[in-house]
T-cell receptor
Framework: GIQVEQSPPDLILQEGANSTLRCNFSDSVNNLQWFHQNPWGQLINLFYIPSGTKQNGRLSATTVATERYSLLYISSSQTTDSGVYFCAVESITGGSYIPTFGRGTSLIVHP | GAVVSQHPSRVICKSGTSVKIECRSLDFQATTMFWYRQFPKQSLMLMATSNEGSKATYEQGVEKDKFLINHASLTLSTLTVTSAHPEDSSFYIC???????????FGSGTRLTVV
């Protein structure tokens, strides 16, 4: 099946710092999403971004489908940004769309 | 936006009993729902794909007789953990695609503890 690799696995920032999270995938995908899992386990959809660039406030994401990677940018980080960021891709397996998650990047933002 | 409601959020049960977890799409119809399991500090592992009106498709290594999935309507899928054991303790999350194919929306998860 498709492989999804995220880097870095762990990241510690001081409040106000910027960061870039990366997601590499091994095959063509139909869909790519970035999620933030908060400390209570809730997965929040950040971006649906199979290609191109999107921005939402302090967050932005870029997917270069032809080169099989996506980047999530966090600017002016806040303590509420702490949590785990997952990249999930969707590929076709046997005619069905199957979502596959990376292992996540665990972010801690210190005040 | 699309909302997926999952209940209960937490459950503690005795070893040997069964637990049912519900996943509802509140404002859209979901022909397909997904059930995931997540261990502490790990990623989400897909357990099964739930299809409305037909049998679920289980991932390799997932016991279908232990994790019963029913998708009886376009807005409800249930996961029943049968004869639960302590090793079944985990965080279970469902998700659904909103049909317009703008990605997946997740329920808030169920933390199961088997004692």
């Amino acid at each position: 099946g498709i492989q999804v690799e995220q880097s870095p696995p762990d990241l510690i920032l001081q409040e106000g710092a910027n960061s870039t999270l990366r997601c590499n995938f091994s095959d063509s995908v139909n869909n790519l999403q970035w999620f933030h899992q908060n400390p209570w386990g809730q997965l929040i959809n950040l971006f649906y971004i199979p290609s191109g660039t999107k921005q939402n406030g302090r967050l932005s994401a870029t997917t270069v489908a032809t080169e099989r990677y996506s980047l999530l940018y966090i600017s002016s980080s806040q303590t509420t940004d702490s949590g785990v960021y997952f990249c999930a891709v969707e590929s076709i397996t046997g005619g069905s769309y199957i979502p596959t998650f990376g292992r996540g990047t665990s972010l801690i933002v210190h005040p | 936006g699309a909302v997926v409601s999952q209940h209960p959020s937490r459950v503690i049960c005795k070893s040997g009993t069964s637990v049912k977890i519900e996943c509802r799409s509140l404002d859209f119809q979901a022909t397909t729902m997904f059930w995931y399991r997540q261990f502490p500090k790990q990623s989400l592992m897909l357990m099964a794909t739930s299809n409305e009106g037909s049998k679920a498709t289980y991932e390799q290594g997932v016991e279908k007789d232990k994790f019963l999935i029913n998708h009886a309507s376009l807005t409800l899928s249930t996961l029943t953990v049968t004869s639960a054991h302590p090793e079944d303790s985990s965080f279970y999350i469902c998700s659904a695609e909103d049909g317009d194919h703008y990605g997946y929306t997740f329920g808030s998860g169920t933390r199961l503890t088997v004692v």
